[in-house]
């Protein structure tokens, strides 16, 4: 076995371990979320697929720990042990705005963590998928031909992360706070109107974000053209986290779940997106220099956004898990409170890491 194929195999070892571990300590925090202070979180989805290499924006959706689902249109306030509800705008499901799905659900398709497969792969994740719609979605997306699951965007409804990574950015909310997000939603219509340039899943994280922090979040003229991104949901959130520091930012990832299913790609802004390929760059270059050079420009002064390159998975009680790091660790006996993700004592070393600013 050579050095390149041995590399492989061990990035493969610790992408498995790194995820299995996340998986288990969710299943550990889950059980205390009833515990753990309420936040909002944005979840940056990476783009996958041939879409995703098409449009490399990737997805956006934001996690409530402290507000449910009473359905998927339907909000109302957890119950102790609940886990929370993930929201987001999708193009085409039932006519709707926005689906609310549980949290367990929307990462892996199950509805208890214990079944999630490792390593994961396309058919499995199919049938798993199918058998969530058919028990609580199919008034929603009801049986294709010959009673077979149905095409469309429906999937990215549950089991998102057998397709992509996310990046999380969390600040704490008030109950005064998912009372009022709770009553806002239940009460404004549904109706669907997606529209990708100015009505996306972003401009949804966005509005959202504006009810728990207002103004917070805006969109780039320079590096989006205008257009709100998730990238730039993200970067705006942490900035505006960074000059807040009693929202007690934190970061952290959701890995891909391993297995045969292709990976996902970084996320990239729209100038970005364009300035990094060369098949768009080269020819805009030839054709429109001017055009070209303010891309370019757009991207270095408004458009770069830096990741943390060791994001926690998940903590316990103010203790890191960094990636690769053995499982299981022995919990710590303080009666600390317990966060879902992460516990804000992180984010003085991730936050300035996250946004590289000119």
């Known amino acids: 076995m050579n050095r390149k194929q041995r590399s492989r195999r061990a990035g493969s070892f610790l992408c498995h371990g790194l995820c299995r571990a996340a998986v288990v300590l969710l299943t550990l925090l889950l059980a205390q979320a009833g515990f753990a202070h309420a ?6 989805e990476e783009p996958y697929g041939h879409l995703g290499t098409f449009d490399p924006t990737g997805h956006s959706a934001i996690y409530l720990n402290h507000v449910c689902a009473a359905s998927p249109i339907e909000l109302r306030a957890c119950r102790p042990g609940e886990s929370g509800v993930v929201i987001s705008r999708y193009h085409k499901i039932a006519g709707l705005d926005w689906v609310a799905i549980p949290l367990v659900p929307y990462l892996y398709a199950v509805d208890d963590i214990s079944q999630v497969p490792q390593p994961a792969d396309r058919a499995r994740v199919d049938a798993l998928r199918d058998a969530y719609r058919r028990t609580h979605l ?8 010959h009673g077979r699951a149905p095409g469309g965007d429906w999937t ?18 008030t109950a005064q706070q998912d009372e009022r997000f709770i009553a806002i939603f239940n009460d404004r219509s549904n109706t669907g109107h997606f529209n990708a340039m100015f009505h996306n899943c972003a401009d949804f994280s966005r509005v959202v974000l504006d009810i728990y922090l207002p103004h917070a979040i805006r969109r780039s003229v320079v590096a989006d053209m ?10 705006s959130l942490v900035q505006y986290g960074q000059k807040h520091p009693e929202l007690e930012m934190s970061a952290f990832v959701i890995p ?5 299913i292709r990976r996902s790609h970084p996320v990239d802004g729209v100038a970005e997106s364009l300035v990094k390929s060369k098949k768009y760059l080269l020819p805009m270059a030839i054709l429109s220099p ?13 458009g770069r956004m830096k990741l943390p390159q060791n994001a926690m998975v998940f903590n316990v009680d103010d203790e890191e898990m960094e990636p690769g790091e053995p499982w299981p660790r022995q ?5 600390g409170e317990r966060t879902l993700l992460t516990t804000p004592a992180n984010t003085a070393a991730l936050a300035p ?3 590289a600013a000119p």
């Open 39 to 44: 936040s909002v979180a944005l979840l940056m």
């Open 138 to 145: 199919e008034g929603l997306v009801p049986d294709g031909r």
């Open 156 to 173: 990215q409804l549950v089991g998102s992360s057998y397709d992509r990574t996310i990046h999380g950015f969390e600040v704490v909310s």
């Open 226 to 235: 205008g257009m709100t991104t998730p990238k730039q949901v993200a970067r």
């Open 256 to 260: 891909q779940v391993p297995g045969t």
């Open 290 to 302: 001017e055009f070209a050079g303010g891309l370019v420009v757009a991207y270095m002064a408004e």
């Open 331 to 335: 919990p710590a006996s303080s009666g």
């Open 353 to 355: 890491s996250i946004v």
